[in-house]
C-alpha cells in the first residue's frame, strides 16, 4: 500500500558525498555512521550503497542494528559495546564490540577477547575508558583493530578540540590496536591532524553540513514529498489550523497536506517552513499538526488533490527554521514515509 508521504532519496548524492569525506580524509580510511537506521534514511540500503562505493568500515549504536545488517556480510562495530545480555549473541561473528568500560573488556576478555574496537574517553566524559587504561596493561590480550575517542566540540571551534587531540595523539605507541581513529563528520573538515588512520563521518553523508567549511561540499540527500489531501480557499478573515496562527488577509488558495510532527515534520515549521512545485515556493500556513499541514498555492493554481510537492528539507537551513538540529531532522523522519532511492 503506498504511502500518502515519501521520502526521495539520493543514491548518487550519498555516494558523492561520501567520496568527498573520503578525499578530505587523505590517506586515512573513511568510515560510516549508519546507526539510527542510517539516521532515518534506512540503514540497509545505505550500507548497500556505501559498500558499492568502497567504504570498509561501518558503525553502528546497538546489536539490534547490527544484527539488521548481517544479511550485507560488512564489517561492522557497535559502538555502545557490549552488555551481558548481549553475550548471548555478539560472539556468532556478525559484528564487534566497541568496548567502553573496563566491565566490557572484562566481559569480552573472559568470552575469548575476538576482534574488537576500543573507546577511551580524551575529554567528553562520556562513553571510553579512561586514558591510563589503554597503557596499564588494561587491554593485553585483546585482538583490537582500532583505538578510538570522540570530540564534544567538533561543531565549534573550541580550545577541547586541541586537547582532545593532544590527549588522543599522547595514545600513540602505547596500546595494541592497528588503527586510530577521532574525526566525526565535522573534523574532517580540521585537516589531515585529525584523520589519524580512519574517520567515521555520520551526518554529512546524509548531506548535513556540520562546519561552515563542509558548505558546498556536500549534496542534499533526502527530500520529503507530500501529497495534497484537498484543496480549499480562504476568504479574507477565515483562519487556519488550530490556534488561529494564520489570517487571511486576501483570498487565498490553499492545499492541505498529508504530513506533520507525527512524521518528523517539526511545530517549528509551523508559519516558516515550504513547500515547492517546480520553481515555485509555497509557504506554510498556520501550525503544523500531528498529520496535517497547510500551504499557500496561489502560485500554482494547477496544483490538486492527489498532486505531490516537495518540502524544503535542505538541512541547515531547515534546523535554522525549524530550532531543530540537523540530527534531528534526520534521524525523527518517521516510519510513515515510504523510501523512495533515485539516482
Known amino acids: 500500500m503506498n504511502a500518502p508521504h515519501r521520502l526521495r532519496l539520493d543514491s548518487a548524492a550519498l555516494v558523492a558525498n561520501w567520496r568527498a569525506l573520503a578525499a578530505l580524509s587523505g590517506p586515512a580510511a573513511c568510515g560510516a555512521a549508519i546507526k539510527a537506521d542510517g539516521y532515518g534514511l534506512g540503514a540497509v540500503e545505505v550500507a548497500r550503497r556505501l559498500a558499492q562505493a568502497g567504504c570498509r568500515d561501518f558503525f553502528v549504536a546497538t546489536w539490534a542494528e547490527a544484527e539488521a545488517l548481517a544479511p550485507l556480510g560488512l564489517p561492522v562495530a557497535v559502538l555502545h559495546g557490549v552488555r551481558e545480555e548481549d553475550m548471548a549473541t555478539a560472539p556468532q561473528g556478525f559484528a564487534w564490540p566497541v568496548l567502553n568500560t573496563e566491565r566490557q573488556v572484562a566481559r ?35 585482538e583490537i583493530g582500532t583505538l578510538m575517542s570522540h570530540l564534544a566540540s567538533a561543531d565549534e571551534d573550541s ?10 595523539t599522547s595514545l600513540k605507541g602505547h596500546h595494541p590496536a592497528k588503527r586510530m581513529s577521532l574525526a566525526n563528520s565535522a573534523a574532517i573538515a580540521f585537516g589531515r591532524d585529525y584523520a589519524f588512520d580512519l574517520t567515521r ?23 520529503p514529498e507530500a501529497q495534497i489531501l484537498q484543496r480549499r480557499r480562504l476568504q479574507p478573515g477565515d483562519v487556519i489550523g488550530y490556534n488561529a496562527l494564520f ?20 511545530r517549528g515549521f509551523s508559519q516558516r517552513g515550504a513547500a515547492h512545485h517546480g520553481e515555485a515556493r509555497l509557504p506554510v500556513l498556520g501550525r503544523v499538526s500531528m498529520d496535517l499541514t497547510a500551504i499557500a498555492v496561489d502560485a500554482v493554481p494547477d496544483l490538486a488533490e492527489g498532486d505531490w510537492v516537495a518540502i524544503d528539507y535542505a538541512l541547515p537551513e531547515a534546523a535554522a527554521l525549524s530550532g531543530m538540529s540537523q540530527y534531528e531532522l534526520l534521524t525523527g523522519l518517521g516510519k510513515r514515509f515510504d523510501r523512495m532511492w533515485v539516482g
Open 108 to 142: 569480552w576478555r573472559a568470552a575469548g577477547g575476538g576482534r574488537c574496537d576500543v573507546m577511551v574517553d580524551t575529554g567528553m566524559s562520556r562513553l571510553g575508558i579512561a586514558a591510563a587504561a589503554v597503557c596499564d596493561g588494561t587491554l593485553d590480550g585483546l
Open 159 to 168: 580550545p577541547l578540540n586541541g586537547r582532545q587531540l593532544a590527549a588522543f
Open 201 to 223: 563521518p555520520g551526518l554529512a553523508l546524509y548531506g548535513g553540513v556540520p562546519r561552515e567549511e563542509l558548505a558546498g561540499t556536500l549534496r542534499q540527500v533526502v527530500t
Open 247 to 266: 489570517t487571511a488577509e486576501r483570498s487565498t488558495e490553499v492545499a492541505i497536506l498529508n504530513l506533520g510532527y507525527a512524521d518528523g515534520y517539526w
